[in-house]
């Protein structure tokens, strides 16, 4: 009988061993799951995050073809003569152009403020200055429009510049 005592000793140490490795894999094998699982939410969430990016740039791409024919189109309209402007041909290239920024901004595309607002060099191409004695610089006139998605710049505003003192 001592000697059954001694197996059953030894076996609920060996048990007990064995339990403990077994707790440890557990233990091993759930933090590895959760390991992977935060990759794969990291890897998913790198996708999209490029997925947008490259949507993003190819969309100012494509409308940054766009834009010199609506310049166009802005600068015919500033030369209308007088005794056309209620013309009907007139009117209808005017909501060519509405339909035009309608588009854009549908796409999320904003015309970047020019005219009366303080010149911003990253919003903003100075092409002329008039003024030599202000300390802060007010757009007076836009030369041609800038555009933006969100913060990323597409073309800057080309615009003339006036100093002043005070705003």
Same mark, same amino acid.
């Given at each position: 009988m001592p000697e059954n005592k001694k197996n059953i000793k030894s076996n609920k140490v060996n048990n007990s061993v064995k339990n403990d490795q077994l707790k440890n894999q557990i233990e091993e094998l759930t933090q590895a799951l959760k390991q992977e699982r935060a990759d794969a939410i990291n890897i998913r969430r790198r996708m999209e995050d490029e997925r947008l990016k490259s949507a993003s740039y190819y969309k100012a791409s494509i409308i940054t073809s766009f834009l010199p024919v609506i310049?166009?189109?802005?600068?015919?309209?500033?030369?209308?003569?007088?005794?056309?402007? =209620?013309?009907?041909? %007139? *009117?209808?290239?005017?909501?060519? +152009? $509405?339909?035009?920024?309608?588009?854009?901004?549908?796409?999320?595309?904003?015309?970047?403020?020019?005219?009366?607002?303080?010149?911003?060099?990253?919003?903003?191409?100075?092409?002329?200055?008039?003024?030599?004695?202000?300390?802060?610089?007010?757009?007076?006139?836009?030369?041609?429009?800038?555009?933006?998605? =969100?913060?990323?710049? %597409? *073309?800057?505003?080309?615009?003339? +510049? $006036?100093?002043?003192?005070?705003?």
């Open positions: 310049d166009n189109f802005d600068r015919a309209l500033k030369h209308v003569p007088l005794e056309l402007k =209620d013309n009907s041909y %007139i *009117r209808g290239i005017e909501g060519i +152009v $509405k339909q035009f920024e309608d588009v854009l901004s549908s796409l999320g595309i904003q015309k970047i403020p020019t005219v009366d607002h303080e010149f911003n060099p990253v919003l903003h191409e100075a092409v002329a200055v008039d003024g030599e004695d202000g300390q802060i610089e007010i757009i007076s006139e836009e030369l041609q429009a800038g555009y933006k998605i =969100d913060d990323t710049v %597409i *073309r800057p505003a080309m615009v003339k +510049v $006036k100093k002043v003192n005070k705003l």
